[in-house]
């Protein structure tokens, strides 16, 4: 039984005007390889089954593409265009019916809008549909000339003056009927400056033969390429613009869309408030109510309801109960969980560190592989002494404790129930519930310090 469709996304390329070692459809937009972008959209229309063709690079893309197990992994090791791609993809394509041929840099392409055309071609069926747009600068692209006898795609250098005012432009992206295409396909040649194979050749090798061709104008927004380091730039700024737009319709307020950057996989819930000069990235989840001031990153963040991130606030893999706070300048890494109602301030660092509800870390503090109770409140400059040079040890503090300002716990140390430690200790071992934990030198007094230092400065000068 023939699968009715299948889509070839083209990642062979060089990419060489990206002027970087990196393959062109890895480079990220939000926090997402480009090629991931277009993938989604490919598998959230529902339509078919994809292959990705590598080349350039294709070991990377090709590791990329383990996230993708649906997706099948074609190789075109030589890389002699377009036309020779889709020939060496021919023993993955030749058992559909259809063929979908998709540039990679294409990560704009919305999902229902890529639905739509397969539908639309289905319904009226061609032995190929090019795929263009209306480009506002038609430089560089080749110009699809529509005339009584048929279609044509005229190269930018070779366009005569009246066809460079042509804006309608061809997009590099092609529906095939599968048939039509093994009649051709071997027939493209490679009498060019650059002695490739290209596609778009087979359009006039179709219509030689009497083939229907036809060129469907699809959205320009969505099917710009991105080719260089300033195409990227925009493309990412057009997605900012996009998803921002979405959240804001559903709920969420942001003073400056413009300057916040929300990563395609994460969920915000109504009523959230966003300040300027925001990221958010990863699988950031963040709850009704909840404000997150300007400056602010969050990477695999869990926020819940009615946070409270005041500024430049950092949150890596960590989660923020319902009513907790935290800011200004608090950098809350990985494995970290405020509880309810608690407080991490300013100049606060917390990693792998438990803090209980209602308790309080107000500022200058580190704290890592600590366990904090309830109702705990720490002084400034306390610190965790949680390594010791070849292991992490971990610091437990109970229930309604009072750590005096510059306390140092010396891991593993403990601190039981309503205990204290007065400031400027140095806590090496367990403090029993109630008690009061001092581990400072006694202070003594030097009479007449002051005047022999000066006596033996005159002395030395």
């Known amino acids: 039984m023939k699968s009715r469709l299948g889509i070839l996304v083209m990642a062979a390329g ?5 002027r970087s070692e990196l393959p062109k459809v890895l480079h990220p937009i939000l926090d997402v390889p480009m090629l991931g972008h277009l993938l989604r959209s490919v598998l959230g229309c529902g339509a078919g089954e994809a292959a990705v063709l590598v080349g350039a690079g294709g ?12 997706v099948r992994v074609l190789w075109q090791r030589e890389q002699l265009g377009t036309g ?6 021919r023993d993955w394509w030749r058992d559909f019916d259809t063929l979908l041929v998709l540039n990679g840099d294409l990560p704009l392409l919305r999902p229902e809008t890529l639905r739509g055309l397969i539908e639309k071609c289905m319904c009226e069926p061609a032995a190929c549909t090019l795929l263009s747009f209306e480009a506002r600068n038609p430089d560089g692209y080749g110009r699809v000339v529509r005339s009584s006898s048929g279609i044509r795609i005229v190269e930018h250098k070779d366009a005569s003056e009246a066809e460079r005012e042509v804006r309608e432009v061809n997009a590099g992206c ?3 009927d599968v048939a039509s295409l093994a009649r051709v396909i071997d027939r493209v040649e490679n009498h060019n400056v650059q002695g490739e194979y290209y596609l778009p050749d087979v359009i006039s090798l179709m219509q030689e033969e009497g083939m229907s061709v036809r060129a469907v104008s699809m959205p320009a927004e969505e099917m710009k390429g991105v080719n260089t380091q300033a195409e990227l730039a925009e493309a990412s700024a057009a997605l900012r613009d996009r998803i921002a737009m979405g959240w804001m319709e559903r709920g969420v307020m942001m003073l400056d869309p413009s300057s916040v950057w929300i990563g395609p996989d994460v969920e915000l819930s109504p009523d959230v408030r966003i300040a300027p000069n925001v990221q958010m990235w990863g699988r950031t989840r963040v709850g009704r109510g909840s404000s997150i001031g300007p400056g602010c990153i969050l990477t695999d963040a869990l926020l ?8 430049n606030v950092i949150v890596e893999a960590s989660e923020l109960c319902d009513g907790a706070k935290a800011g200004p300048f608090a950098y809350i890494r990985e494995g970290s969980y405020l509880e309810e109602c608690s407080f991490a301030g300013k100049f606060v660092e917390l990693k792998r560190t438990t803090v209980g509800r209602n308790s309080k870390v107000p500022h200058l503090t580190y704290l890592g592989d600590a366990r904090l109770g309830k109702h705990v409140n720490i002084g400034a400059g306390t610190i965790t002494c949680n390594y010791d040079g070849r292991n992490k040890h971990p610091t437990t503090i109970g229930d309604r404790c009072f ?17 204290s430690t007065a400031a400027g200790s140095v806590i090496t071992d367990p403090i029993p519930d109630g008690a009061l934990g001092v581990g400072r030198a006694r202070q003594r007094n030097i009479e007449g310090w002051a005047l022999r230092r000066n006596q033996l400065g005159r002395r030395g000068g």
């Open 403 to 419: 750590v005096g300002s510059d306390t140092m716990f010396v891991a593993p140390a403990e601190m039981g129930d309503d205990a």
């Open 14 to 18: 060089k990419g060489t005007r990206m």
């Open 59 to 70: 070991e990377r893309v090709e590791e990329y593409l383990r996230d993708f197990p649906e």
């Open 84 to 89: 020779h791609a889709v020939k060496v993809a």
């Open 304 to 311: 819940g309801c009615d946070v409270v991130l005041t500024a």
């Open 174 to 176: 092609y529906l095939f």
